[in-house]
């Protein structure tokens, strides 16, 4: 059983920063891609950032430059950095993460339950 498990969301002020936490855990053989979504009410779920095992990173073009995605592969952990933070940025924000699992051949989508942003103006 893999669990993600986020933490970091809340309520910040235009320009303010934020830094949110998901990390990976179970029975976990290997982690490829770890990435950060979000979804507004009535929206479909967007890509914000992610970050393969070697570290090559992806950004939606309305963060770059703001956001930064990291990972710690010994602790299964992603990170996304969150600075110049808009009022468009508030969302729920998910961590999503391709896992193999021990014993398993194929690798896994799992996602988080989600942590939720919001910032004020």
């Known amino acids: 059983q893999v669990q993600l498990v986020e933490s970091g969301g809340g309520l910040v002020q235009a320009g303010g920063s934020l830094r949110l936490t998901c990390a990976a855990s179970g029975s976990i053989l290997s982690v490829r891609a770890m990435a950060w979504y979000r979804q507004d009410p009535g929206k479909q779920r967007e890509l914000v950032a992610s970050?393969?095992?070697?570290?090559?990173?992806n950004y939606a073009d309305s963060v770059k430059g703001r956001f930064t995605v990291s990972r710690d592969n010994d602790e299964n952990t992603v990170y996304l950095e969150m600075k110049g933070v808009k009022p468009e940025d508030t969302a729920v924000y998910y961590c999503?993460?391709?896992?193999?699992?021990?014993?398993?051949?194929?690798?896994?989508?799992?996602w988080g339950q989600g942590t939720q942003v919001t910032v004020s103006s």
């Open positions: 970050i393969m095992r070697g570290g090559r990173t």
């Open positions: 999503n993460a391709n896992i193999i699992e021990r014993l398993s051949s194929d690798y896994t989508d799992y």
